[in-house]
Antibody
Framework: EVQLLESGGGLVQPGGSLRLSCAASGFTFSTYTMSWVRQAPGKGLEWVSGISGSGVTTYYADSVKGRFTISRDKSKNTLYLQMNSLRADDTAIYYC?????????WGQGTMVTVSS | VMTQSTISLSVTPGQPASISCKSSQSLLQNDGKTYLYWYVQKTGRSPQLLIYEVFRRFSGVPERFSGSGSGTDFTLKISRVEAEDVGIYYCMQGLRLPITFGQGTRLEIK
């Protein structure tokens, strides 16, 4: 069974940093592009970032470019999102998603709250 | 920009439902595919893929769900709504970065 399990969320002060992880299982991790999608409380879905299967190519939404870094570790079957210079409007549930043509499998999400 | 003009829809069980989505640009690619997708998010859950490339049902999605449309105008139809269909339905374009979602349409049961 394909599974994605996010972790690393929590409460952080504005300007702080956090690293999210997404442990993947049930599929050949290195074969698939992976993405992060977030959802602010009571709001809709916002694509944040994506990374190719090889890890060579990365993509970012303008709202996080220069502050967030996506990466992956093939040996650990894990996707990461390093988030720096966090702002209040980064508060959201962060989902990782497998890209099999589109976001075909999603994790359960991890909550990030940016507040003083 | 993806626009779902209906914010909320209330439907009697057994009746049909229709949700529309409009893109500001054509989602038809040179490869002949149209990169329009539909997701549903049930309360407290992650989004789930329903329809890909306008009309193709994802694995396990009931036949009462169907997608149609072309270019910039798309529709998700539920032939006979069931109680378990309650949730927020999002359209999404996957043709251009940034990938963007509609605002969502909330389906409620009368």
């Amino acid at each position: 069974e394909v599974q994605l399990l996010e972790s690393g969320g929590g409460l952080v002060q504005p300007g702080g940093s956090l690293r999210l992880s997404c442990a993947a299982s049930g599929f050949t991790f290195s074969t698939y592009t992976m993405s992060w999608v977030r959802q602010a409380p009571g709001k809709g879905l916002e694509w944040v970032s994506g990374i190719s299967g090889s890890g060579v190519t990365t993509y970012y939404a303008d709202s996080v470019k220069g502050r967030f870094t996506i990466s992956r570790d093939k040996s650990k079957n894990t996707l990461y999102l390093q988030m720096n210079s966090l702002r209040a409007d980064d508060t959201a549930i962060y989902y990782c998603a497998k890209v099999g043509g589109t976001f075909d499998v999603w994790g359960q999400g991890t909550m990030v709250t940016v507040s003083s | 920009v993806m626009t779902q003009s209906t914010i909320s829809l209330s439907v009697t069980p057994g009746q049909p439902a229709s949700i529309s989505c409009k893109s500001s640009q054509s989602l038809l690619q040179n490869d002949g595919k149209t990169y329009l997708y539909w997701y549903v998010q049930k309360t407290g859950r992650s989004p789930q893929l329903l329809i890909y490339e306008v009309f193709r049902r994802f694995s396990g999605v009931p036949e009462r769900f169907s997608g149609s449309g072309s270019g910039t105008d798309f529709t998700l139809k539920i032939s006979r709504v069931e109680a378990e269909d309650v949730g927020i339905y999002y359209c999404m374009q996957g043709l251009r970065l940034p990938i963007t979602f509609g605002q969502g349409t909330r389906l409620e049961i009368k």
